[in-house]
């Protein structure tokens, strides 16, 4: 299955993601994390992309674009992926398609995680996640360990959920990423969930209504 995740800030793509490419035995690939790990090696994608990154900007098409490719070129994605955070606006959503025809094959769904704007801020200030292995956590409680279950790393704070920058990017997800969902639904590919509810939910509706679909 191909699949791409769409959802504002702090929807759960990249928890959501993370299940589904485990329980399809495809590869979870998230721009945001592959720009992220680019900034932490200090590589020249990563020098030319930090200002974007860090103020919760998009990074130029071009270079994104580049670095998609290169991804889903590897033997890993041969058959499937779970694609979070690309396309982020129409242009990217464009060439993707003519990526797509170039290479002979289709996404199968683009699933919509539908949530209030006023819990995307509560989540994104609570959010902690593991540099090592990129697990994401929601510790709203001081007491809560800062360690990652899976590899014991120490956790960290992501440079763009401070509020000034969340709102930032909540604004250019509305302006420049909203749209796709009406660009796949014209083509009949979006499945939208109710990404408001607790995690296992969402993540059982997701699973179900994916296997209802079918994998086109
Ligand atoms: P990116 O990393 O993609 O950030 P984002 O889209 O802002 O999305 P987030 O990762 O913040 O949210 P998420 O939906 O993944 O939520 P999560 O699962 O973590 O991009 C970062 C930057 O990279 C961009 O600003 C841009 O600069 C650049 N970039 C990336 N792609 C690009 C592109 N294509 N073109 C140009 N630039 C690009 O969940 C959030 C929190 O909520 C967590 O704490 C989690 O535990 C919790 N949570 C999740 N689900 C639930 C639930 N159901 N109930 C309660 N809590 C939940
Ligand atoms: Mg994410």
Redesign the pocket.
């Known amino acids: 299955m191909r699949l791409i995740?769409i959802?504002?800030?702090?929807?759960?793509?990249?928890?959501?993601?993370a299940r589904l490419g485990d329980r399809l035995g495809v590869p979870h690939i998230?721009?945001?994390?592959l720009?992220?790990a680019h900034l932490k090696e200090n590589t020249e994608l990563g020098q030319q992309?930090k200002r974007?990154?860090e103020s919760?900007?998009?990074?130029?098409?071009e270079l994104?674009e580049a670095m998609?490719w290169d991804r889903l070129g590897r033997d890993d994605a041969k058959n499937g992926y779970v694609l979070?955070?690309?396309?982020?606006?129409l242009a990217?959503a464009r060439s993707f398609e003519r990526r797509l025809n170039e290479t002979r094959t289709a996404l199968s769904r683009a699933v919509y995680?539908r949530v209030p704007e006023s819990?995307l801020m509560r989540?994104?200030t609570?959010?902690?996640?593991c540099p090592e292995c990129h697990a994401?956590?929601?510790l709203a409680s001081p007491a809560a360990s800062k360690v990652c279950e899976n590899c014991q790393t120490g956790l960290i704070q992501?440079e763009?959920?401070r509020p000034e920058t969340v709102k930032r990017?909540l604004r250019?997800?509305f302006e420049e990423t909203a749209p796709l969902v009406d660009y796949y639904r014209d083509r009949g590919m979006v499945l939208e969930i109710d990404?408001?509810?607790?995690?296992d939910?969402?993540s059982r509706k997701l699973g179900q209504q994916l296997a209802e679909g079918g994998s086109r």
Do not use: C, I
């Open positions: 995740m959802g504002p800030p702090g929807a759960g793509k990249g928890t959501q993601a998230s721009t945001g994390d720009f992220r992309a974007y990154v919760g900007g998009l990074v130029p098409d994104t998609v979070d955070g690309f396309p982020r606006n990217q995680l819990e989540r994104l609570g959010r902690w996640w994401t956590y929601h992501r763009d959920d990017r250019v997800y990404g408001g509810a607790p995690v939910v969402v």
